[in-house]
């Protein structure tokens, strides 16, 4: 799958659990829906450093930074060699791709849970 352009409405989540620059495991998760704050509480508790995607609200990157959890926006590629960069300190963030309002129509929709398609990436 691709890194997707709006964090909160992707259908899976990509966990990888690296340790000393090797990945250790990989796992995809449905994303439980999007609804208002509760994806960094979710993630936080998967255990997830980082969040990679395309594109995320400021909102979401300050709650996101409430829970330590670092967001590197403005990412895109297939996941698997978006994993690699980052595990090799090559990954570059840059702006966020989504606008307000952006996601409607993409992906999930708020309270929706079970869809197929892209990934996103968490660490």
Known sequence: GFVSAHFGRCPSFTIAEIEEEKILKIEEINNPGHQPAFLPNFL????????????????????FAEKEIIPIVGVTGKVTEVIEKFV??????????????AGKEYGLEKEECDHTGDSQITK
């Open 44 to 63: 936080a508790e998967c255990g997830a450093k980082y969040i990679i995607c395309g594109g995320m609200g400021r909102r979401a990157q300050g709650l």
């Open 88 to 101: 090799q300190g090559k990954l570059e963030g840059g702006e966020s791709l989504c606008k307000p309002g």
